[in-house]
């Protein structure tokens, strides 16, 4: 009888402890904690941890959960046209890809000293992939990014440049470390939006860190802009403290379409 007393008081105690662990969790706005201390409880007694042993174990879990959680959300945020991380680049493809300084770019070091990053080369030649790679590299690492075509930014200055607004939008977009600028050279620019480019670009001349995609060399910005006086300022200030990477090469998207052209002759259909 004695034992089962003892033994019910035992389930009523932990019964409270886990109704107080679930207070403390909606308290803390951890909603995962209470999951981690239970499930790592009956291993903490088995090995003998410590209760600072427990406890670290317990908060590290809700720490690490949080951090995904958050990558995940500042990567949604971000607005890439798709995700494509730096691990899937095609190194063998894309040989000119220096792979000892994407790696060291990869550690978000240079977002802290406000550096860019430009990516020159032709169409299809992984660009994109590796802006948008370092971009979600930044999202894990706890930075704030956002993607956009060079179009698309122009686009969004100039809607907050007609609305007596544009001071404040590049003041805003400054507090984010790292702004992906894809595409520059596809199409060109008016006066009014090669300006605001500059204002852009100039807005973030060492506060704040620029990636840039184009498939044209340096040389020819000055027809994409329209003035090669703009041009050459606003180049100045990209590369002033920047990484420059030029890739070379085919199409990675056409690397597939001289054998499905030969696959789809007539002689090879009729066999």
Known sequence: MTTRKTTGSMVDADADIARELAHLSRALKAP???????????????????????????????????????????????????????????YDFQPAAPRDVIAHLATGTYMHEGRNIVLLGPPGTGKTHLATGLGIKACHQGQRVLFNSATGWVNRLTTSYRAGTLGN???????????????????????????????????????????????????????????????????????????????????YRLKDTPTRLASEKPENKAQ
Not at 72 to 85: C, N, Y
Not at 169 to 178: G, I, M, Q, V, W
């Open 169 to 251: 939008e590049l003041a805003r977009l400054r507090r984010y470390p790292l702004l992906i600028v894809d595409e520059v050279g596809y199409l060109p620019f008016e006066t009014e939006a090669a300006n605001l480019f500059f204002q852009l670009v100039s807005s973030r001349y060492e506060h704040a860190s620029l990636i840039l995609t184009s498939n044209l060399p340096f040389s020819g910005w000055g027809e994409v802009f329209g003035n090669h006086t703009v041009a050459a300022a606003m180049i100045d200030r990209i590369v002033h403290h920047a990484e420059v990477i030029t890739l070379k090469g085919n199409s």
């Open 32 to 90: 995962r904690l209470l999951a981690s201390a239970q499930r790592l409880g009956p291993i903490a007694r088995e090995a003998g941890w410590s209760h600072e042993q427990y406890l670290t174990a317990v908060l590290s879990q809700e720490v690490s959960s949080r951090e995904a959680s958050g990558a995940l959300i500042r990567v949604k945020a971000a607005g890439f046209d798709s995700l494509k991380s730096l691990e899937e680049f095609n």
